[in-house]
């Protein structure tokens, strides 16, 4: 049984009452093998509604557990509970749980360890030991920041933004009153271990290292890779990396480290410059009146484009006998679709800055949440909750990442569209960033119910006649989440064998918020077993009191003291 509620927690000198899981910042882990099957009731007494999504989980036919708010299911309202049914079937390796209400999930997310099939192991030697290591951030606004959130998309003003990132819930030697709380990992010369490194950031993508050290990557968004070795990763909200590396240097203490990696022009600087740090930590006698050494040559800089996609595009999959690779070849479906900035023209919010208000959209289509659940209203035949034209290209044509865009092409209206697929299409999906407004940035974007196989990528407009010759259909990375870079584009494939409605989205949550969304609703196939499970007994009411992000202003502030 997992209990959310209100618990008070204090890092950078700072005490507020949070929402969290058991009390535990990060929450609790799930450790499971391959194929297994867990129901986790969820009891919510917190102040306001809450759902939670198992990230990477594909459920089959089983999207009434999947989690996002008013995609799939409602707010699971105070005082009450709501059991999810949680399947472990082809995933392997690490994924996570989170928050999937507003931007709850800056402080209610935990790691899922799935473990091998009993008799069977890992595609590489069994390291000597794991560490879970959550990257998370962290907000001034508190338990305020959901609020602040429905402010900003209400009147127009700014979104709140990060004041620091975290390594397993703690800031580390670089933050006030956070040199007694660094976490720290402990290591033996010579011995070789696996990192679970999840991104549960809110806002931002993040370079990783450890001084002197390099890192094997193995894993991604639980499926194998083929082993690359860098001396830093490139890691987006949402993916998770399963890394290995040996502890072989001069026994001592060595910084692991996290900086922003952000993609936004170079003169918007008004982000959080703030490095978290953990310390690897060798066995053996040595002073420890010496700082620990920092990744000062490893660790790259804010705005390193290139060394972001260079480390994004050396990704491959593992492709071995025992995990085979099965890029469709055959595509029955193909989507080009547009990740831009836009202009949101009123009366959508009460617009008090401006005539319009920032947004973000897909194929210029701003998404605009119901007040009753899009499976709900599928499932039940209601109409009026969504329409089913979700367009398959953009509105127009342009120089998607010209500089010279005339304005006018970013305006975008809040729709609630969706793409309706056949059971068992193939499906080709290119992702195109756009340079409108001025807004060309990396988009992570993630995919619920699904895996999806990115078989090409690269930097200015997509050419469908040039760039699908150079596509990798052997090896490609087999994914649940993946970067979409600045100037750039990626294509993805994979099969609609997932009956059901599943939601698309930037994984960057202020864009998320904004519209870069949409929902995927696959069409049952001819037999039970490839048909969408009907609901469990109760699934939480659609009530608009429960959601906090209609609040149209901020609660009173709720920290408690100042250390």
């Known amino acids: 049984m997992w209990q959310l509620r209100e618990t008070n927690i204090t890092r950078n000198c700072t005490s507020w009452r949070l929402l969290l899981v058991n009390d535990n910042f990060p929450g609790p882990t799930i450790e499971v093998h391959k194929g297994d099957l867990v129901f986790v009731n969820v009891h919510n007494q917190g102040d306001y509604g809450v759902t939670l999504h198992w990230h990477g989980v594909k459920q089959p036919r089983n999207p009434w557990s999947d989690g996002p708010e008013y995609i799939t299911q409602c707010p699971i309202p105070p005082g009450t509970n709501f059991t999810y049914e949680v399947n472990f079937t082809t995933e392997e390796g690490t994924l996570w749980w989170h928050a999937h209400s507003v931007w709850t999930r800056a402080t209610v997310h935990g790691a899922i360890v799935i473990l091998p099939e009993e008799g069977t192991t890992y595609p590489f030697p069994k390291p000597d030991g794991e560490e879970i290591i959550v990257l998370g951030s962290w907000y001034s606004e508190g338990d305020d920041l959901n609020s602040g959130v429905a402010v900003s998309l209400d009147t127009g003003e700014a979104m709140p933004e990060s004041i620091g990132y975290m390594i397993n819930g703690e800031f580390g030697d670089f933050v006030a009153c956070s040199q007694d709380s660094t976490y720290h990992m402990y290591v033996e010369y010579g011995k070789t271990y696996l990192l679970r490194i999840i991104n549960a950031v809110v806002g931002a993508e993040l370079f990783f290292a450890i001084a002197d050290h ?113 890029v469709p070849l055959n595509i029955t479906r193909r989507m080009f679709i547009t990740l831009s900035m836009n202009e949101i023209l009123c009366p959508h919010h009460d617009c008090i800055v401006a005539p319009t208000t920032l947004g973000s959209s897909l194929n210029n289509q701003s998404w605009d949440d119901p007040s009753t659940d899009v499976l709900q209203a599928y499932y039940k035949n209601i109409s009026g909750v969504y329409t089913e034209d979700f367009p398959d290209f953009p509105p127009f044509s342009y120089n998607w990442t010209g500089s010279d865009n005339p304005d006018a092409w970013g305006v975008a209206n809040k729709v609630t569209r969706v793409k309706m697929l056949e059971y068992n299409e193939s499906v080709e999906v290119v992702f195109q960033d756009s340079g409108v407004l001025q807004g060309a940035q990396r988009h992570p974007m993630h995919m619920h119910g699904y895996s999806f196989y990115v078989v090409g990528h690269g930097l200015g407009n997509f050419d469908n006649e040039t760039d699908p010759l150079e596509y990798n259909l052997l090896d490609p990375p087999l994914v649940n989440t993946f970067s979409v870079p600045r100037d750039g584009w990626i294509a993805i494939r994979f099969v609609a064998n997932n009956p059901g409605v599943w939601f698309w989205h930037c994984h960057i949550d202020k864009h998320m918020s904004w519209g870069m969304d949409t929902v995927f609703i696959v069409k049952d196939g001819g037999t039970e077993e490839t048909s969408m499970r009907g609901p469990p007994s109760y699934m939480p009411p659609c009530e608009d009191s429960y959601n906090i992000a209609r609040m149209k202003s901020r609660r009173l502030p709720r920290q408690i003291s100042r250390i």
């Open 214 to 326: 390099n890192l094997t990557v193995v894993g991604m968004d639980a499926s194998y890779t083929r082993p690359l070795v860098s001396p830093y990763l490139t890691t987006s909200p949402g993916s998770t990396l399963d890394v290995i590396f040996t502890a072989n240097k001069t026994p001592g203490r060595y910084y692991m480290a996290v900086r922003r990696y952000t993609s936004q022009d170079t003169d918007v600087t008004n982000f959080n410059h703030m490095v978290a740090t953990a310390i690897l930590q060798y066995s053996g006698n040595y002073s420890l009146d010496t700082s620990p050494k920092f990744p000062n040559r490893s660790l790259p800089g804010y705005y390193d484009y290139s060394g972001a996609d260079t480390f994004t595009f050396k990704l491959r999959g593992l492709a071995s006998k025992e995990h085979p690779s099965d």
